[in-house]
């Protein structure tokens, strides 16, 4: 295979024309010539384009114009290589172009020089032409001198003699080339884009029993990069990859909204380097401007846990509570481990993750979604559902001692009423600062971490717990 030769250094000079002597010969390359495609989305709004063209060209000094690239192409990653052909080709420059034919910048491109206003008389419908000379041109305010008057607009239609030189329809890729093998060659051009982005959607269907769901998982590709991809290979990386360069904002994601019954998923999954890398099994078009969703992953009966949290908070630990906390909600959660135990044991990317349930009258209804991370197998899912609302709790400060500079006490009663018609389980969830001790418990609790206390109170149905502690503080 012959490699194509860099001797220059590979840079982006944008919006230039090239430099040097003409090339002998120029040739363009289109979408027409292209053989392969390849693109690799990451969930970072970033994408890779692996672009296969068989071009014919003649030998010694030319310019191949590259068009059909991605609008928003990141110059400095472009690569090109030669993969087949005779000869070797040894680029001398690369060049992109992006200064796209526009009103504003034509009219830019004749500041000073003359254009012509073509009027139709309505009447007898013969056309008259005015020269005029472009004075001005921004921001859509154009000034013109005509016959040593100056106008800031005219009835007549604007006809330019002919395009001004650089500028272009779509963006280009230039490279000044030498040939010393004439006849056709396949060349390969890589490059970064941004502008294209992928994310997962999770669609959960909760059994009767809130003991068990179905999930699938769906790819969301939105692609903004301002090129076609014709019948491309398509990849999928989800991890987080380190980029220099600031913040993008994301475009918002259609999100998916089926539940039933779904094929197989069309991925194929498999760790690549610190990544997870997800290849399509068949070739697909992402379409400019198109948001695409395909089925990611199916999995049925996974095992799930209901369970109901009443979190507190770091402030009510630090000094007098002037009232009681009536409006704090508590939340509801639905837990699972991502093992083969429990009906998953595969990689999950982040990305929203919706749950359905059907009522008793076997409609569906949407119950809550939040956000997952990623979640590599064997590791727990935790997803927030809602607020209960059959569920009431009340928060009251009984006492409250300053011991002395660094330290003081702290006494709480929480009342848990529940109006389900169902014995349940609450988890109270106290994040303590400082150097804490429980002294005084009405129930057990778990020492979750250094500055949580976590009590596992139950609630008979239609029925009232109370939990009553005191806690020691020190700074």
Excluded at 155 to 179: F, H, R
Excluded at 340 to 364: A, C, E, I, Q
Excluded at 375 to 383: A, F, H, N, Q
Aim: charged residues 30%; glycine residues 6%.
């Amino acid at each position: 295979m012959n490699r194509l030769i860099v001797v220059a250094s590979v840079c982006c000079l944008l919006t230039m024309a090239l430099t040097g002597s003409a090339p002998a010969e120029e040739r363009v390359s289109t979408g027409d010539d292209q053989v392969d495609v390849a693109v690799t989305v990451y969930n970072s709004n970033l994408g890779l384009v692996r672009d296969l063209r068989k071009i014919e060209l003649p030998g010694g000094t030319l310019e191949l114009r590259f068009m059909d690239v991605a609008g928003a192409i990141n110059p400095q990653t472009v690569h090109i290589d030669q993969v087949a052909g005779a000869g070797v080709l040894t680029v001398l420059e690369q060049n992109f172009e992006y200064d796209l034919i526009n009103q504003q910048k034509l009219l830019e491109k004749y500041l000073g020089k003359k254009v012509v206003f073509l009027e139709i008389d309505e009447n007898t419908k013969k056309t008259s032409r005015t020269e005029a000379v472009v004075l001005a041109a921004a921001d859509d305010k154009m000034v013109f001198e005509i016959d040593g008057e100056i106008y800031f607009e005219h009835p007549g239609m604007l006809v330019l003699p002919e395009l001004p030189e650089n500028l272009i329809s779509k963006p280009t890729l230039v490279w000044l080339l030498d040939n010393d093998g004439a006849g056709t060659k396949t060349v390969e051009a890589s490059y970064l884009t941004r502008e294209i982005n992928w994310s997962a959607d999770y669609v959960a269907l909760l059994d009767r029993k809130d003991t068990s769901l179905d999930l699938s998982g769906w790819v969301t590709i939105e692609n903004r990069s301002g090129a076609t991809y014709n019948n491309a290979l398509l990849k999928l990386v989800a991890g987080e990859i380190h980029k220099v360069e600031p913040p993008v904002q994301r475009y918002e994601m259609m999100k998916a909204q089926t539940v039933g019954a779904a094929r197989a998923p069309a991925f194929a999954e498999k760790p690549f380097f610190e990544y997870h890398l997800y290849t399509l099994d068949r070739r697909t078009t992402i379409k400019d401007n198109q948001t695409k969703q395909m089925q990611l992953l199916t999995a049925d009966d996974v095992t799930v846990a209901k369970k109901y949290e009443y979190r507190g908070e770091r402030h009510y630990f630090s000094g007098r509570m002037p009232r009681p906390v009536t409006d704090r909600k508590v939340g509801v959660y639905i837990e699972f481990r991502n093992d083969k135990d429990s009906g998953l044991g595969m990689p999950l990317p982040k990305g929203t993750f919706r749950v359905y349930k059907r009522d008793d009258d076997d409609s569906l209804q949407f119950l809550g979604e939040d956000s997952i991370d990623h979640t590599p197998r064997d590791e727990e899912v935790k997803v927030k559902i809602g607020e209960a609302f059959d569920i009431v709790a009340e928060r009251k400060q009984t006492d409250y001692q300053r011991i002395g500079d660094n330290a003081h006490q702290n006494a709480f009663e929480i009342k848990i009423r529940n109006h389900k018609d169902e014995d349940i389980v609450v988890e109270v969830v106290e994040p303590i600062p400082g150097d804490w001790q429980i002294t005084e418990k009405s129930h057990e609790f778990e020492k979750t971490d250094a500055f949580t206390a976590t009590f596992h109170i139950p609630v008979a149905k239609d029925g009232e717990s109370v939990l009553t502690y005191r806690v020691l503080i020190r700074y």
